[in-house]
Nanobody, 121 residues
Framework: QVQLVESGGGLVQPGGSLRLSCAAS????????MGWYRQAPGQQRELVAT???????NYADSIKGRFTISRDNAKNTVYLQMNSLKPEDTAVYYC???????????????WGQGTQVTVSS
């Protein structure tokens, strides 16, 4: 009932920047928290950043000062601006949203399909 579509991943050199986008669509009644997680090869998925509907944010220590999360509530879209990228930021980045749907009005967690970010020279 809900789809999250990510875009903006790719290959970038160390020190470079990328901007990820994720749009939620479907039979949405409301969207609560949104965010980004990432998973590097052989590692567990980890939190990158989250943002509430009022704009309160939470960041992983490893990316503080380099990444910025934002959202457009009217478009049900969340963004991740990534600056000063490092090779250790290489991972598949997954969009997350807590959404209530029109049919039940109950909240559930939804995930995007993932987008690859590779930081390499």
């Amino acid at each position: 009932q809900v789809q999250l579509v990510e875009s903006g991943g790719g290959l970038v050199q160390p020190g470079g920047s990328l901007r990820l986008s994720c749009a939620a669509s479907g039979r949405i009644f409301s969207v609560a928290a949104m965010g980004w997680y990432r998973q590097a090869p052989g590692q567990q998925r980890e939190l990158v950043a989250t943002i509430t509907t009022t704009g309160s944010t939470n960041y992983a220590d490893s990316i503080k000062g380099r990444f910025t999360i934002s959202r457009d509530n009217a478009k049900n879209t969340v963004y991740l601006q990534m600056n000063s990228l490092k090779p250790e930021d290489t991972a598949v980045y997954y969009c997350y949203a807590r959404v209530s749907v029109v049919s039940t009005y109950r909240f559930a967690d939804y995930w995007g399909q993932g987008t690859q970010v590779t930081v390499s020279s």
